[in-house]
């Protein structure tokens, strides 16, 4: 068995279980969100740095402590590329991959990071791919930029991993 520290604040899931209750569309305003999403992206950043995957991203794996800083929850499916096959891709835990993702899972990463960094600006679940410039009022100039390379729909376009991300947020 393995413990591990208690980490008090709200999930992201929560946190749009909360806004979806409200009616409206995000409690979290765009610089709160990229605030959020910056700190993610380093916290995974560093592990694809180190040649690793977080491979279990999902708004409930990510906290937000009442401080605003981040943790990032769930290291426990990481392992070194080439130890996953493209069946561990398959039943990764968010709505929906780029097809081209089999077998690249920091790219995976990264496709899922747009996915959740879409949801916080927006407080809706991209359904489709996106189209540069992303057509919603919350999402325009370096944003759009951030989630183009973040969501594009050929691996090769993404980032190469978070801490780039990060960077540019």
Known sequence: FYTRDFVEGLSLHDIFLKSEAHETPTLISPSSATMIMQQVALTVGYAHNK????QNLK???IIVKEDG???VLDFGLVLP????DSAHCKSHPFHFLSPADQGDLVSADIFTLGLIYYKLLTGQMLTEPLHFPPAHPKISGQLGHILTRCLHQNPENRYKNASSMARDL
């Open 51 to 54: 040649g690793l995957s977080h």
């Open 59 to 61: 708004p409930q794996n």
């Open 81 to 84: 590329p080439g130890l996953v």
């Open 69 to 71: 800083t981040t943790s």
